[in-house]
């Protein structure tokens, strides 16, 4: 509390003008206001925590009970969380979901199925050449098709797939001062996934998401989302992942493998809900706000 108000910060990215962003801080405004917690939106532009001489100083990480971090900024969301504000989610569960290839290994040695994947080598000059044994190397992990990803990256844009060994050195040439990696692709999912929707650890929506022109099935490629009741084993698998990465709220994408099983694709500590609340018809903002004001407040 702060001069006796119940108060919340919900930070968005400095820069991002995506309608999806603001709508989702409107809608846990909304949701947090009516649970009587004064809520400010601000975007994350204010230099709000800083190192000055020796110490970690913010100018807000007291205004507030709680901050709702819808960004990806990890410096930030590192020093507010040392400065004394709690995060939703917290800074760990947004750094290594943040990296695609820091969230498997995250994820390794847990039972939790995941498409075989190398990391890409890392190249400190744009003009070193590619040499034709890591090519090569590369071809010796995985048959074409073999899908490239940005280890940063979201709605699809980062995400490539190499049909020869022409186009894998075509995007090992592109990426290979980027943090990138090299995956199995999994041709039973193509143009289809599960977005699985959790709060608190425990699935609360889901959608299927289809693609008739593209392998990869995200919305904002022409993806079709639809109601979807996930299969028992890939409830289980999904409120696993979100207890081992501690996240209170994620979008995790889960490929349909072979007979259907459950492949884990990448899990989002931000993912967007406004699409899986049309589609669901459940209100994940409600959830959420609920469920940190049950933290925070213990009521
Ligand atoms: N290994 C794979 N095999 C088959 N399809 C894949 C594979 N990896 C990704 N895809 C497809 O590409 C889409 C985008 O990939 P991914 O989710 O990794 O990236 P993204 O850009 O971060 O997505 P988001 O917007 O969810 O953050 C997935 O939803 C899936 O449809
Ligand atoms: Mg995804």
Same mark, same amino acid.
């Given at each position: 509390m702060v001069n006796g108000r119940k108060k919340a910060l919900i930070l968005i990215n400095a820069y991002l003008q995506s309608e999806s962003q603001f709508s989702q801080a409107e809608r846990m405004k909304e949701e947090l206001l009516a649970l009587g917690v004064d809520t400010e939106i601000k975007r994350n532009d204010g230099f709000f925590a800083m190192i000055d001489k020796d110490k970690l100083r913010s100018n807000i990480a007291n205004e507030y009970d709680f901050c709702v971090y819808f960004d990806k900024d990890k410096y930030t969301s590192e020093m507010l969380e040392k400065a004394g504000l709690r995060l939703f989610n917290c800074h760990e569960a947004i750094r290594v979901c943040d990296d695609k290839m820091q969230t498997y290994i995250a994820l390794s040695g847990k039972n939790i199925p995941m498409p075989k994947t190398v990391s890409g080598l890392l190249c400190y000059h744009a003009d070193e050449p590619i040499r034709k044994e890591t090519v090569d190397r590369v071809e010796g992990l995985f048959a074409y098709p073999i899908v490239v990803k940005e280890c940063f990256g979201s709605q699809g844009k980062g995400v490539y797939l190499a049909r020869n060994r022409k186009e894998l050195l075509a995007l090992m040439e592109k990426l290979k001062c980027k943090p990138h990696l090299f995956q199995e692709a999994v041709q039973t999912s193509f143009g289809k996934d599960v977005r699985v929707i959790l709060v608190g650890g425990?699935?609360?929506?889901?959608?299927?998401? #289809?693609? #008739?022109?593209?392998?990869?099935?995200?919305?904002?490629?022409?993806?079709?989302?639809?109601?979807?009741?996930?299969?028992?084993?890939? #409830?289980?698998?999904?409120? #696993?992942?979100?207890?081992?990465?501690?996240?209170?709220?994620?979008?995790?994408?889960?490929?349909?493998?072979?007979?259907?099983?459950?492949?884990?694709?990448?899990?989002?500590?931000?993912?967007?809900?406004?699409?899986?609340?049309?589609?669901?018809?459940?209100?994940?903002?409600?959830?959420?706000?609920?469920?940190?004001?049950?933290k925070v407040y213990g009521e």
């Open positions: 425990k699935v609360v929506a889901c959608m299927l998401r #289809q693609s #008739q022109t593209d392998f990869r099935s995200n919305i904002e490629l022409g993806g079709e989302g639809s109601a979807y009741e996930p299969p028992f084993q890939m #409830q289980l698998i999904c409120e #696993q992942i979100a207890k081992e990465l501690d996240l209170d709220y994620c979008g995790i994408d889960v490929l349909f493998g072979r007979g259907g099983t459950p492949i884990v694709c990448e899990v989002n500590s931000n993912a967007f809900f406004a699409g899986i609340e049309r589609v669901s018809g459940v209100n994940v903002a409600k959830a959420y706000a609920e469920h940190i004001y049950k």
